[in-house]
C-alpha cells in the first residue's frame, strides 16, 4: 500500500513538473504513451465519395511526438494493400485517446477497396496498431 | 556703391527670391503630387470590384491615425529621463527598456520609413486591430494591404503581431522530426543571425516590393538618419551609429521604390564602401531589434486579457466562456495546438479545479498545420501580372500561384524568402501547405466602439487565416467543427444550388497535401460553436488594464446581417484555375503527390 502510494505521489510530481514547464507548455509537450496502443473504436468509413473518402479509428494514446500520422494502406485487392495515404493530425496531452482521420483522394467511383490502418510517430516510428483488413466501396 | 552696383545688387536680390518662390512652390507641389499618387499615377491590374471603392479616403484615414499615433509616441520620448549609461557591460540603467521600446515605438509609427514618405509599419498592423489590418473594406475584397507604391499589393493578412517576439528561432526539432518557430506565415523570419525571429521579422517589410518598399536596407539607416527622434536612436545604440558617408545619389534611390527595372535586380544599389555598408547594415539590425522591443513591451503584448484575469483567480468566466473553454480544451480540441496551458479536459458535469500549467500560455505551440483553407479568388496577388510604371510584376505567374507556405519557403521559392539552411529544404513536401499556428491571443480585439468581430455587431470586419477567406470568429470555429462535413469538389464562388458557402459548403483546399486532420469534423453544435467564439474573446488583452492606443480608430463601424455569413455578399466565382506552375510545385523536391 505504502508503494503504491509512493508510486502515485511520484507519478503526481512528474506529471506536475511536466505541466508546469512554460517550454513544455508551448512547444507541444509529448504525451503519454499507453502501456499498450490498440485500437478502441473503429476503423471506420466517415465519408465516402465517388472519388474521395475518409477513414476514422480512435485510439488510446500512442504518446511520442507531439505530431502523428495516421496512415491507411489500401487497393482493390485485398492481398495487394499497395497504396497509401496519410494525414497529420495533432495528440492532445490532456487527451486520454487520439481520433485519427485520414483523407483518400483519387479514389475510383463504384469500387469497393480493402484497407488496413496505423499511425505513426512524426518521423515514421510506428505505432504498431496495425487493424484487420477492412473494405468500403465508392458510390 | 554706386547707383548701378545698387540697381544690379536689388535686381538680383528679386531675381532670387523669385527664383526661390518658385522652387519652395515647386516642391509643395510635388509633395502634393505624391500624396495624390494613389489616384493619379496608381497601378491598377485589377478587374473591377477587387479594389474597394473606398481604398483612398480609407488610406488616408489610417495615416492620419498614424499621425496621432507617432505624435503620442514622441510624447513619451520627450518625457522619457535620459538613461545612465553605466556599468560593466555597459547598461542604460533606469529607463533604458523604456528608452529602446519607445525607439522601437517611433520606428513602427514613422512614414518616412517608405519610398513615398507615406507608410509605416503599422499602417497594415494597428493597434486597435490586435496589430493586424485596420480597413475593413480591404479585409473583405483585396485581402492584403497596399504598399508605398499603390496599389501594389502583398499575398496574405497581415498578421497580428502581438506576442510574436515569444516564438523561438526557427528551429527543425530532429526528435520530434517538426519546425518550431519564426515569424510570419511561412515561418520565413527564421532569426538565424539575430536569433531573434521577430527582430528580424521586422526587418522584411521595408524592403518587401508590395510593402513599405526600399530598394535597399541601407535606406532604413538614411531615413533614420534624418528622424526626429535621431538622438533617442544614439543615446540607445550608440552615437556613432550614423557615422555613413552616403553617395550623393542615396536620396535619389531611396525614393524610388524596389524591384524598378532601373536598378536590374540588384539588392544593394547604393555604393556603399565595405565599412559603411557594414555600419548601415547595424542601423538595419538595431533597427529589428528596436521594433521586437517595443513589440514584446506592455504596449503591445501585456497579458491583460480576462482569460489572464482567470489564470490569476481575479475573474469568473461566464457561463458561456467556461462552456467554451471546455470545448476549447476537449471536444473542439483546439488546444492541441493553440496551448492554454490548462491541465486537465473536462467530462460533462465536471469543474475546472485544476491549477493553472502557466500563467502566460500563449496559445500556439508555435508550430505549422495546413488546414486545407480554400483558394481566395479576392486576393491581389492573382491579377498583379502586368509591369507597374517602374517595370515591376508582383505575380507573373497569375492564377498558376500557390501558397505552399513553410513548403515554398524550405524550397527558397517565389514570394517568400531564400532559406538560410539547406538541411531543411528536403523537409518541403511534408510542410507543403502549412502556415504557422497564430496565437489565438487578440484575434477578437476591435476599436472600443465597434466591440466585436461578429454581425451584426456594430462590428469591425477583420479576415482571418492567411488568405482572409474567413470574416468572422463564427465561421473560424464552423470552419474547424465542419470543413470535412460539408466538403464540396469545388473551387470558391461555384457551391451547389441549395447550399451557401461557409455554411454548408466549404470549396476544395488551396493545397490538398499535408492536411491537418486533427478538425475538420468535430461534431459541435452551433451554440457549442458560439461558446468557443466567447472563449475566443476572452483572450482580448485590456481587460485588467486599458490596451494601449486601441482608441484611435477613426472609421465606420460595420452592423447588421449575420456571423455566418459575414462577408458573403463579397464572394466571386474563382476562374477557371491553370495548373500550379512550376516555379512554385515544380522545384525540388517537389510536392507530393503533386499539386493540381
Redesign the interface.
Known amino acids: 500500500m505504502n508503494k503504491l502510494l509512493l508510486k502515485l505521489n511520484l507519478t503526481a510530481i512528474a506529471v506536475s513538473l511536466v505541466y508546469s514547464s512554460p517550454a513544455c507548455t508551448q512547444e507541444s509537450p509529448s504525451t503519454n504513451k499507453a502501456a499498450r496502443v490498440r485500437i478502441t473504436q473503429g476503423p471506420e468509413i466517415e465519408r465516402a465519395d465517388p472519388d474521395f473518402a475518409i477513414i476514422r479509428w480512435t485510439s488510446n494514446n500512442p504518446g511520442g511526438s507531439p505530431e502523428h500520422y495516421g496512415v491507411v494502406r489500401y487497393g482493390t485487392d485485398p492481398t495487394k494493400l499497395n497504396q497509401t495515404a496519410k494525414s497529420p493530425i495533432r495528440l492532445n496531452p490532456g487527451h486520454s485517446y487520439t481520433i485519427f482521420r485520414v483523407r483518400m483522394d483519387g479514389l475510383k467511383p463504384r469500387t469497393t477497396y480493402y484497407y488496413t490502418v496505423d499511425s505513426t510517430e512524426a518521423d515514421g516510428k510506428g505505432d504498431r496498431v496495425k487493424s484487420s483488413v477492412k473494405h468500403f466501396s465508392t458510390p | 556703391m554706386n547707383r548701378g552696383t545698387l540697381t544690379i545688387t536689388i535686381s538680383l536680390l528679386v531675381l532670387c527670391t523669385i527664383a526661390l518662390c518658385i522652387t519652395l512652390a515647386a516642391r509643395k507641389v510635388s509633395g502634393r503630387n505624391s500624396e495624390a499618387q494613389t489616384s493619379a499615377q496608381a497601378y491598377n491590374p485589377y478587374p473591377a470590384g477587387i479594389l474597394p471603392s473606398d481604398l483612398n479616403p480609407e488610406i488616408e484615414r489610417v495615416r492620419r491615425e498614424l499621425r496621432v499615433l507617432e505624435g503620442r509616441a514622441l510624447a513619451r520620448w520627450r518625457a522619457l529621463k535620459p538613461p545612465i549609461l553605466t556599468g560593466q557591460p555597459p547598461t542604460l540603467q533606469n529607463t533604458g527598456t523604456e528608452a529602446v521600446e519607445t525607439l522601437g515605438e517611433l520606428m513602427n509609427y514613422d512614414q518616412n520609413i517608405s519610398p513615398n514618405r507615406n507608410q509605416a509599419c503599422s499602417f497594415c498592423h494597428m493597434p486597435y486591430a490586435g496589430f493586424s489590418g485596420p480597413i475593413p473594406s480591404v479585409n473583405l475584397t483585396m485581402i492584403a494591404y497596399p504598399g508605398t507604391v499603390h496599389f501594389r499589393a502583398g499575398k496574405r493578412t497581415a498578421q497580428r503581431y502581438t506576442y510574436s517576439p ?1 516564438f523561438p528561432v526557427l528551429q527543425y526539432n530532429q ?4 519546425f ?1 518557430g519564426g515569424n510570419f506565415f511561412d515561418s520565413r523570419s527564421t532569426g538565424y543571425l539575430l536569433r531573434n525571429a521577430d527582430a528580424e521579422q521586422a526587418q522584411h517589410p521595408p524592403v518587401d516590393t508590395q510593402e513599405m518598399g526600399f530598394p535597399d536596407t541601407a535606406c532604413v539607416a538614411l531615413r533614420l538618419s534624418q528622424a526626429e527622434y535621431r538622438p533617442l536612436f544614439e543615446q540607445v545604440w550608440g552615437k556613432g551609429s550614423f557615422d555613413i558617408k552616403f553617395p550623393p545619389e542615396t536620396e535619389r534611390i531611396c525614393d524610388t521604390p524596389g524591384g524598378a527595372a532601373v536598378f536590374g535586380g540588384s539588392a544593394t544599389p547604393i555604393p556603399l564602401t565595405p565599412e559603411d555598408g557594414t555600419r548601415a547594415n547595424t542601423v538595419y539590425n538595431h533597427w529589428g531589434q528596436s521594433i521586437d522591443a517595443y513589440e514584446q513591451s506592455v504596449q503591445v503584448s501585456p497579458f491583460t486579457s480576462k482569460f489572464d484575469a482567470f489564470l490569476k483567480g481575479n475573474y469568473k468566466l461566464t457561463a458561456d466562456e467556461m462552456a467554451g473553454l471546455k470545448l476549447f ?2 471536444k473542439g ?1 483546439c ?3 493553440h ?1 492554454d ?5 473536462l467530462k460533462s458535469g465536471q469543474t475546472d479545479t485544476s491549477a493553472a ?2 500563467v ?3 496559445l ?4 505549422s ?1 495546413n488546414e486545407g483553407l480554400p483558394l481566395n479568388p479576392r486576393n491581389a496577388i492573382y491579377y498583379q501580372t502586368t509591369p507597374d510604371s517602374f517595370g515591376f510584376t508582383a505575380n507573373p505567374l497569375g492564377f498558376g500561384y500557390r501558397d505552399l507556405g513553410l513548403g515554398t519557403f524550405l524550397r527558397s521559392g517565389p514570394g517568400s524568402a531564400p532559406n538560410p539552411n539547406s538541411t531543411w529544404t528536403q523537409f518541403a513536401p511534408s510542410t507543403d501547405g502549412q502556415m504557422q499556428v497564430s496565437t489565438a491571443r487578440n484575434a477578437a480585439m476591435t476599436p472600443p466602439q465597434c466591440p466585436t468581430t461578429e454581425a451584426p455587431g456594430p462590428y469591425f470586419q477583420k479576415e482571418f487565416f492567411h488568405n482572409g477567406y474567413i470574416k468572422s470568429l463564427k465561421q473560424l470555429v464552423h470552419f474547424y467543427n465542419t470543413r ?2 460539408y ?1 464540396y ?1 469545388v473551387t470558391s464562388g461555384h457551391c451547389p444550388a441549395g447550399t451557401t458557402e461557409k455554411v454548408d459548403c466549404w470549396p476544395m483546399p488551396e493545397v ?1 497535401n ?5 478538425s ?2 468535430l461534431g459541435m453544435t452551433d451554440k457549442e460553436e458560439d461558446q468557443i467564439v466567447a472563449f475566443l474573446q476572452t483572450l482580448t488583452d485590456g481587460y485588467t488594464t486599458p490596451y494601449p492606443n486601441r482608441d484611435t480608430f477613426t472609421g465606420t463601424c460595420m452592423t447588421g446581417g449575420s456571423a455566418k455569413t459575414q462577408g458573403n455578399d463579397f464572394l466571386i466565382p474563382t476562374p477557371q484555375l491553370p495548373p500550379c506552375a512550376s516555379a512554385i510545385c515544380g522545384v525540388q523536391p517537389v510536392p507530393k ?1 503533386a499539386i493540381p
Request: with cysteine; aromatic share 8%; glycine share 14%.
Open positions: 515569444f526528435v520530434q522530426g517538426l518550431f480544451d476537449g480540441n488546444n492541441s495546438c496551448l496551458g490548462r491541465g486537465t479536459t500549467a502557466a502566460n500560455p500563449l500556439t505551440c508555435f508550430g498545420a470535412d462535413k466538403k469538389n490538398p499535408n492536411i491537418d486532420m486533427t475538420g469534423n503527390p
